[in-house]
């Protein structure tokens, strides 16, 4: 089992509607999870992190984070065809930095 | 967030030559700097980590003598590409993490895409 999993997708959602995206990690240990967006040819840039249970908001984005079921799920509301990108899930397992494989989303206008 | 920069941003060179990607931090001081490549339509591949003042460490597969990592301020780090040839021919991405930063957020340079010939 990969340390970060994620499905490659892609993803294709009506814009407005709300994108899904999920993550599972192996180490039910980890403490810090982090969602980032990386449009084609551009490096990853970071949209949020969260560390505890529940749910964490900021603005479209809302980060679900579930330890006992080993998952960490990113919501995007009103998604726009901007949203267009591939997200990668990563989690801190142990010291090191694991990146899942990416999530590719199409927002169809 | 923290700013990187990466440079150059593109580089094209003849196939036995080498090559040297710098990362620097702008606005804060890099413990640690993680080099990235990424081949066409594939995931992130780390190749090596490096804390300043310390020899980097590498992953699995990476030879250690071709990408040549230095690492020698809070500032800075540098991967040297050694005699590269067109199957190096990648986006290579530098991420850091630091002292000042949220907890162990990686914040990533804009990237180098370098092309072989």
């Known amino acids: 089992q990969k340390e970060v999993e994620q499905n490659s997708g892609p993803l294709s959602v009506p814009e407005g509607a709300i994108a899904s995206l999920n993550c599972t990690y192996s180490?039910?240990?980890?403490?810090?999870f982090f969602w980032y967006r990386q449009y084609s040819g551009k490096s990853p840039e970071l949209i949020m992190f969260?560390?505890?249970?529940g749910d964490k908001e900021d603005g479209r984005f809302t980060a679900q984070l579930n330890k006992a079921s080993q998952y960490v799920s990113l919501l995007i509301r009103d998604s726009q065809p901007s949203d267009s990108a591939t997200y990668l899930c990563?989690?801190?397992?142990?010291?090191?930095?694991?990146f899942g494989t990416g999530t590719s989303l199409t927002v169809i206008p | 967030g923290a700013v990187v920069s990466q440079h150059p941003s593109w580089v094209i060179c003849k196939s036995g030559t080498s090559v040297k990607i710098e990362c620097r931090s702008l606005?804060?001081?890099?413990?640690?700097m993680f080099w990235y490549r990424q081949f066409p339509k594939q995931s992130l591949m780390l190749m090596a980590t490096?804390?300043?003042?310390?020899?980097?460490?590498?992953e699995q597969g990476v030879e250690k003598d071709k990408f040549l990592i230095n690492h020698a301020s809070l500032t800075l780090s540098t991967l040297t590409v050694t005699s590269a040839h067109p199957e190096d021919s990648s986006f290579y991405i530098c991420?850091?993490?630091?002292?000042?930063?949220?907890?162990?957020?990686?914040?990533f340079g804009p990237g180098t895409r370098l092309t072989v010939l």
């Open positions: 969260i560390y505890s249970n």
């Open positions: 490096s804390n300043e003042g310390s020899k980097a460490t590498y």
């Open positions: 991420s850091v993490t630091g002292l000042d930063l949220s907890a162990d957020t990686q914040y």
């Open positions: 180490d039910r240990g980890s403490q810090s």
């Open positions: 606005d804060f001081q890099a413990t640690t």
């Open positions: 990563a989690v801190i397992i142990g010291n090191q930095f694991y």
